[in-house]
Every structure is written in structure tokens, then in C-alpha cells.
């Protein structure tokens, strides 16, 4: 089992920028390749971003590209969503997941989440 928590949400102005962190315990994240998601009121979750358990590969949602940047750190388990120029549109709850299969973008293939972390951008 990995539990994965999710830190670093609050309250910014449209420009603004952000660091989510997500650690985990349990079992090393070396192993798993690592996702961002979030979900806004009343819509689906939405992929966002993921990085290979290597972190040589990442892929993105073209709404976040050139804005969105996210990096992990195996020795201590952590991984980051680094959020610059946020839009009003980039509010969600932002979720952690992890999943063994690769580089994939659907919540269905993704093994463990965390609880989320909300994002708020002002206009």
C-alpha cells in the first residue's frame, strides 16, 4: 500500500504561483509512475501531468503546458507540481496518484490517490 498527501493548496491572485507537494509512505515511489489530477466543482477529475518512476519522462495536459512543471525526488519520496501564470480556470482540487503501468492519463489506470489539496486562483 502507498498513502499519498497532498500539501501546498491555498488562495492565489490570477499570475500567481504555487507548490504542491505530495509524500508518501508506505512503500518507495521509485517503483510507480506519479500523476497530477484535479477536479473542479461540479466537473469530472482531469489529468493534469504525470512523471516516470525515473522522472526522465513527463507528460502533459496541453491546458497546464509551458505553465505547469512537476519533478519527483525518490530519495525522499516526494513529488511536486510546480504552478506558475495560474489562471481562475486552474481552480480545483488537486490529487496525487501513482500507478505502476507508465505514463498514462486516465484515473482508471491509476493505483492510489491522496486526499487532495484545494487551489483557489482570484481573478
Known amino acids: 500500500q502507498v498513502q499519498l498527501v497532498e500539501s501546498g493548496g491555498g488562495l492565489v491572485q490570477a499570475g500567481g504561483s504555487l507548490r504542491l507537494s505530495c509524500a508518501a509512505s508506505?512503500?518507495?515511489?521509485?517503483?510507480?509512475?506519479m500523476g497530477w489530477f484535479r477536479q473542479a466543482p461540479g466537473k469530472e477529475r482531469e489529468f493534469v501531468t504525470c512523471i516516470t518512476s525515473s522522472g526522465v519522462r513527463t507528460y502533459y495536459a496541453d491546458a497546464v503546458k509551458a505553465r505547469f512543471t512537476i519533478s519527483r525526488d525518490n530519495a525522499n519520496n516526494m513529488v511536486y507540481l510546480q504552478m506558475s501564470s495560474l489562471k481562475p480556470e486552474d481552480t480545483a482540487v488537486y490529487y496525487c496518484a501513482a500507478n505502476v503501468a507508465g505514463l498514462l492519463t486516465s484515473t482508471s489506470n491509476y493505483d492510489y490517490w491522496g486526499q487532495g489539496t484545494q487551489v483557489t486562483v482570484s481573478s
Open positions: 508506505g512503500r518507495t515511489l521509485s517503483g510507480y509512475t
